[in-house]
């Protein structure tokens, strides 16, 4: 049944693919200077300009080389960088790629509906494209005032539109690295120690003596400058602790392996703290003059000894009492992982207040070897008008439900677009900056759902993302190798600035977000929040003001910037203040308690998996960041689709050999588009099965990626909702094996 807004597949629109420059949809191979002879050439013989990655929201700094023909050769990383100490991991040496890829967004594009009801692209001018999607805002703002104008965004492109969205009057917007990521680090962190993880996370690993990972793949997520200190704390003959059921890359460099059931963390949380509590090997001096309510969880725990969580865990109770004092052994200099993608099983707010009260009870916070102090340098706001005050927010469409949450909440977002579900605050219209909807987020159904319901959907990307599909305005946006950006000064040990800037002009008519936010911005009668021609502008103007310049930041790339805010460590019984109610480390946890949740972790069990199913763990490949890279010519020749990993002791069950191909099948139904191969393995546990995220793109358009491997988001269909602040936990689906292609099993959009 055809809905109200089609599906669209770029590659196949309006008048073809020739027409929108989708020529190359055959091609597999890549060459990046097709009829010309390439030539090695020095690095005296080419220009560098600096840049940071966008391939991955660490953003490291690097030099882009251009050759005297224009022509962009390599990308090496800056030195003088603290994330990537001039060292770039596969995903940004690849990140030429996304220049020269031939399947990337090249026009504007405008859905049309022909008599007959079907629809399609046709190639626009950017005057029209921009016309419809500034007339389309003020229509909103007219009919429902610009509130109900949604924002979904993502990195650098969205922060441009974020900007455009708060000038108009919206702040309805929201990001699904919140809900689907790190969000419940955020608020666990935050009511435990009145301070965030930041990004860069504050992990002192080169200096560490212990190395603690729970479900954090450092390594094979190509966190830069961790995956560079954790090399070091090896060579140093730091003991890693790695917890999960898959032997990761780091599990393999780790002292400790544990092989834990899924879905127990929590359990085993707990008993590591009884151990340390009752065994009196926690920092009791740190405890006593820092911490908040440590009667209350000694008493908690009492029973949670290491027998206890054996059962549940599977983990034997010498080992959980050997690792706990391994890492007391170690304390302070302990770095107990705070994990990125964090969300899991619906409880992951308090599974992290385990880790941080962990790192407390160890004495492990502001020391050497553990969570140092950050600090981050405030780049002034180039002058324009205050922000008008929006009727309401983000925070009114959540309503009393997660009052914790700190940012926007996509499922709600999406639910305010569906009138049916009664929200006060309604969505008419999104704009999508930077981030690829369907594949972001879990819950297909709903977001189908709304995307049908709203009036008007514009989206800007660089390359024909599935989330493209559903505009009715695509704006084909510069890769960051075509373009000025916002000046990265994200915080670390100490505080620096990066510049990004266009190595080259912007292939086809594809233009840098901060032009487009600012066309649309011009339309609307914004002029005073873009009182500028060239984003250039604004980044010298900054600059300026930080006592630099645009110029010198041309020769160096990154500068580095004094700490002002006091020392990296906390000193030797030194009187501090934490930014609590009670100002100290919440063990007890107050604001948890005052907002109605357990102030102290809580172990629940979970649904087991059905008989003959198996439970499905996803993650992340060193060259490939989510499902934005499989396309990238560079990086699919790295790895160019995913498999499924099965225990020995399961495939002989199914009679299943490596290589094999095989559909997979959820608890619900749900089948892949396409096979995937497996891969027999020790290194999963027998009762789950793995994959890395991102592949099974069922769009031809990609024309590398379409059909490789099979997409493990198609298998996600049940989300277990964190009560704390609304993240989706997404590891509570089962699979199993289908050895033949379903009957009637058609190919649809991902």
């Known amino acids: 049944m055809k809905t109200r807004r089609e599906f669209i597949k770029i590659s196949t629109a309006g008048a073809g693919a020739a027409a929108l420059g989708l020529h190359s949809l055959n091609v597999k191979g890549f060459d990046l200077f097709k009829n ?3 030539e090695s050439v020095s690095d005296e013989d080419m220009t560098p300009y600096p840049t940071y990655c966008e391939v991955c929201f660490w953003k490291c700094a690097g030099w882009t080389y251009v050759d005297k023909k224009g022509k962009i050769r390599k990308i090496i990383g800056n030195k003088h960088d603290p994330h990537s100490n001039g060292r770039l991991c596969p995903r940004g040496t690849g990140g030429i790629g996304m220049y020269y890829d031939e399947d990337r967004l090249k026009y504007p594009l405008i859905r049309e509906t022909k008599p007959d009801g079907s629809q399609y692209f046709r190639r626009a001018t950017w005057d029209e494209a921009l016309d419809k999607v500034a007339g389309k805002m003020k229509e909103i703002a007219e009919k429902y005032g610009p509130e109900s104008f949604g924002l979904f965004n993502h990195g650098n492109p969205g922060a441009h539109f974020e900007h455009l969205m708060r000038a108009y009057g919206s702040e309805s917007n929201a990001e699904p690295a919140f809900a689907n990521c790190r969000g419940p680090r955020s608020v666990a962190y935050f ?36 995956v560079q200190e954790m090399s070091q704390a090896i060579d140093n003959g730091a003991t890693i602790i790695t917890v999960d059921p898959r032997l990761s890359t780091a599990a393999s460099k780790s002292k400790y392996w544990l092989p834990i059931k899924p879905s127990t963390d929590i359990a085993l949380l707990l008993a590591w703290i009884h151990v340390l509590i009752y065994e009196e090997l926690y920092n009791k001096k740190f405890v006593e003059k820092y911490t908040f309510g440590f009667d209350q969880l000694k008493e908690h725990v009492k029973d949670m000894t290491p027998e206890w969580a054996y059962g549940i865990t599977t983990i034997e109770p010498e080992l959980i009492r050997r ?13 107990i992982h705070p994990g990125r993608h964090v969300v899991w099983y619906g ?66 977002i999406l639910k305010a677009s569906v009138p049916k579900y009664g929200y006060k605050h309604q969505i008419k219209a999104w704009l999508v900056a930077g981030t690829n909807l369907p594949l972001s987020l879990p819950d297909k159904k709903l977001f189908k759902e709304a995307a049908d319901a709203v009036e008007f959907i514009a989206v800007m990307d660089t390359m024909p993302m599935d989330i493209t599909g559903y505009a009715d305005v695509v704006l084909p946006e510069a890769t960051y190798l075509e373009r000025y950006d916002f000046l990265r000064a994200a915080p670390n040990r100490v505080p620096t600035i990066a510049l990004r800037m266009p190595a080259a002009k912007p292939k086809y008519e594809s233009k840098p977000g901060w032009w487009i936010a600012k066309q649309i911005g011009e339309r609307l009668g914004l002029h005073d929040y873009f009182n500028y021609d060239d984003y250039s502008e604004v980044i010298d103007w900054q600059l300026k003001q930080l006592g630099t310049s645009l110029e010198e930041m041309k020769k160096i790339g990154v500068k580095e910037f004094p700490r002002e805010s006091g020392p990296l460590y906390l000193g030797d019984d030194e009187d501090f203040e934490f930014n609590t109610s009670t100002g100290k480390i919440e063990l007890y946890s107050l604001d948890l308690a005052d907002n109605g949740f357990d102030p102290l972790p809580v172990y629940t069990p979970h649904p087991e998996p059905p008989e003959g199913f198996y439970r499905l763990i996803y993650g992340r490949a060193p060259m490939h960041t989510f499902s934005r890279t499989t396309n990238n010519p560079n990086l699919y020749d790295l790895m160019p689709e995913n498999n499924v990993w099965v225990n020995p002791k399961i495939a002989d069950l199914w009679g299943l050999k490596n290589g094999d191909e095989v559909w997979l099948k959820n608890q619900d139904g749900a089948v892949t588009n396409f096979p995937v191969k497996v891969r027999v393995t020790e290194r999963i546990r027998w009762d789950s099965v793995y994959m890395v995220h991102g592949f099974g793109h069922n769009d031809k358009r990609l024309s590398r990626a379409y059909g490789k491997g099979a997409s493990d988001e198609l298998m996600i269909t049940n989300i277990m909702i964190d009560p704390v602040m609304g993240g989706a936990g997404m590891r509570g689906n089962f699979i199993t094996f289908l050895k033949e292609k379903p009957e009637n099993k058609e190919e649809v959009e991902s």
């Open 191 to 226: 009511s435990t120690f009145g301070a965030y993880i930041g990004s860069p996370e504050n992990t002192d690993i080169r200096d560490t003596r212990c190395l603690v990972l729970i479900g954090s793949h450092i390594g094979e997520n190509m966190h830069n400058s961790q």
């Open 323 to 335: 690792t706990a004092r391994e890492m007391a052994g170690a304390a302070p200099h302990v770095v």
């Open 347 to 412: 409880d992951d707010t308090q599974r992290e207040r385990a880790m941080a009260i962990l790192t407390a009870l160890l004495g492990a916070w502001g020391k050497r070897g553990s969570l140092y102090f950050s600090e981050g340098i405030h780049v002034p706001h180039y002058p324009q008008p205050e922000y008008p005050e929006p009727k309401w927010t983000w925070k009114d469409i959540h309503g009393d439900k997660y009052k914790l949450a700190t940012m926007g909440i996509t499922t709600e």
């Open 36 to 38: 010309e002879s390439i």
